[in-house]
């Protein structure tokens, strides 16, 4: 089991920044890939960003690359997504999640445990 706790969201005026990180706690956090994932008012859950076990592979949506970046400390048990030049269509709540399999994962199904959630407002 590996429980992940999400902070860092809140209000910011279009053209700012934020950064979110995510807390786990459980099995050993090096052994999981990670992943953000993100749910706007209405819509589905969609795939934001995803790193692999020791970091060394990324991945992201279109909709965020040269803006958001993706991290993680693995002595600290923690993940981050750096997001600069926000824009109001990246109003959501953002979680994140573990995956257990081997290869870059970035599709729901493959990750096994999420956090709660952390709002994230942006203002025109």
């Known amino acids: ?17 934020l950064r979110l990180s995510c807390a786990a706690s459980g099995r050993t956090f090096s052994s999981y890939g990670m992943g953000w994932f993100r749910q706007a008012p209405g819509s589905e859950r969609e795939f934001v960003a995803a790193i692999s076990r020791r970091g060394g592979d990324t991945s992201y949506a279109d909709s965020v690359k040269g803006r958001f970046t993706i991290s993680r400390d693995n002595a600290k048990s923690t993940m981050y997504l750096q997001m600069n030049s926000l ?29 709660q959630g952390t709002q994230v407002t942006v203002s025109s």
């Open 87 to 115: 824009k109001p269509e990246d109003t959501a709540v953002y979680f994140c999640a573990a995956s257990p399999v081997m290869r870059l994962a970035t599709t729901e199904r493959n990750f096994n445990y999420w956090g």
């Open 1 to 17: 089991q590996v429980q992940l706790v999400e902070s860092g969201g809140g209000l910011v005026q279009a053209g700012g920044s």
